[in-house]
């Protein structure tokens, strides 16, 4: 016979167990939970970022009603004109092998990727040089780049700057000198901004534009190179011999062997890349070609200033967000969490200030900017939608470069630029309309960007098997 308490008494200890047993697994979701979110580091890495990036956005919002009110819109037009060319080459000047230098554990694989970089950013500016020496004039007759065929050979030039800058930069957020980086930036944006100002008093060409935003590159480079070295221990000093003795001057061959494990960065994020640059540049050229350089001017303007709020929260977050996923992939850590909690908040912080543009843009241009500008409100209106959605792309993007799916991100790249190109031809060629063209162009990019978000979230692995490094 069974005895009564006995029986209350198991009942009550499988009772015990079993709510002891969810207590304990509710508890292992919240540690996991709680694990995800941004420690204090993080978030003071981000902070420290977002001010200096304000800081340097805030320089040219006060500089620009000055300058575009000195200059105007044909010499910006011109401007334009010369950046879109160089966007085609900024993301490749180093065949993105710069991107890569956080990913190794080690700093010795570190400096061999910085040295394939150099390299690889050497010998595109030569190319680069060889092919506009000999074949200018076709390529400006062709082009219909006439208003910057006099400044065409300093893109060489500053291709190879670029990259460099690229290269130090990439050095800096490895060591992370994040505070270094925004003081540095906010020194280099004081100059070029108060140059551009005093030298329009008395010269206000699309020359000094030109050469101002060509020196710009050449300073940050020199103030990254000057802010690496100053550590007591070296160890944020590229140029310091680290490790052991016989890493210290490696043979070529091991620069040659960490090229080619970190091949997927040319052989598919290069590639990518420069789509992506194309497709940002096209406007601005094709605009140029069917309603002249004033319309390239609007809109040069109005993309700068949607990409003020992208600038200060991607480029602050990015800069962080990226090398802690290299971290937790090397730690064999779920990194969804961290992905979905970045896009989440990226595209709340970025909603307001678009929506904003997109309802008042052309009264904000014309009362910020002067009378004349309020054409470049207008483009901007459309192209906030393209914009908000690029910029909450940047999360999934950078995982994907760190779980090695840089074949997946070209794929992507091509269809976004093929369908954004098609409805820009259309409306420029065949509608003849600036606005209709900028409206496809962005719905197009919206469309394809909300496609990749969903596509991104079931391909990319939550734990990383095959981290750099």
Do not use: C
């Not at 990727?113 to 950013?121: E, G, Q």
């Not at 008093?201 to 710009?216: D, K, N, P």
């Not at 054409?375 to 993007?397: D, N, T």
Request: proline letters at 5%.
């Amino acid at each position: 016979m069974t005895n009564p308490d006995v029986t209350k008494s198991g009942n009550f200890l499988q009772e015990e167990l079993s709510r002891n047993v969810n207590n304990h697994a509710v508890e292992t979701k919240k540690s996991r939970l709680f694990r995800t979110i941004p420690g204090k580091s993080f978030l003071k890495n981000v902070a420290t970022m977002a001010t200096g990036t304000t800081v340097v956005q805030i320089i040219g919002i006060a500089a620009s009603p000055f300058i575009t009110r000195l200059y105007g819109p044909e010499a910006f037009g011109i401007l334009g004109i010369f950046l879109a060319i160089l966007s085609i080459f900024n993301p490749v000047a180093t065949l993105t092998y710069s991107t890569a230098v956080v990913l190794p554990k080690a700093d010795e694989e570190a400096k061999n990727i910085i040295k394939a970089a150099f390299l690889s950013s050497a010998v595109i500016a030569a190319a680069v040089a060889f092919i506009l020496v000999l074949f200018k004039n076709p390529l400006v007759a062709a082009l219909n780049l006439d208003p910057v065929a006099d400044y065409i050979l300093l893109i060489p030039i500053v291709i190879f700057l670029i990259g460099t800058v690229q290269i130090f930069n990439q050095w800096l957020i490895r060591k992370a000198l994040y505070k270094r980086i925004a003081l540095l930036s906010i020194v280099k944006a004081l100059v070029i901004n108060i140059s551009k100002i005093g030298t329009g008093l008395f010269h206000a060409t699309a020359t000094v534009l030109i050469v101002l935003a060509s020196f710009g590159y050449m300073l940050q480079a020199i103030l990254f190179y000057l802010g690496m070295g100053r550590n007591k221990d070296k160890t944020t000093d590229l140029t310091a011999e680290t490790g052991p003795e016989q890493v210290k001057n490696q043979p070529a061959s091991h620069i040659l062997k960490t090229a080619r494990k970190f091949r997927n960065f040319p052989f598919y994020r290069a590639p990518q890349m420069l789509i992506g640059a194309f497709s940002k540049g096209i406007p601005v050229l094709m605009l140029a070609y069917f309603f002249g350089p004033a319309a390239a001017g609007f809109f040069a303007i109005a993309n700068r200033v949607l990409q003020l709020p992208a600038g200060i929260i991607g480029k602050s977050i990015g800069s962080v967000f990226y090398p802690k996923i290299a971290d937790v992939s090397h730690e064999q850590k779920n990194i969804r969490p961290y992905i979905t909690s970045a896009t989440g908040g990226m595209a709340v912080l970025a909603f307001v200030p678009m929506f904003v543009v997109g309802i008042f843009g052309p009264t904000l241009f014309e009362w910020v900017f002067g009378q004349g500008w309020a054409m470049a409100g207008h483009y901007a209106r459309w192209l906030a939608i393209l914009v908000f959605f690029e910029f909450i792309l940047h999360p999934s993007k950078d995982a994907m470069l760190v779980a090695g799916m840089q074949k997946m991100l070209l794929v992507f790249e091509g269809t976004f630029f093929v369908l954004k190109t098609l409805m820009l031809i259309t409306g420029l060629y065949l509608l003849h309309d600036d606005i209709m063209a900028l409206f496809l162009y962005s719905m197009a990019g919206a469309v394809v960007s909300v496609v990749f978000l969903f596509f991104a979230h079931k391909k990319i692995p939550a734990v990383v098997n095959r981290a750099y490094g």
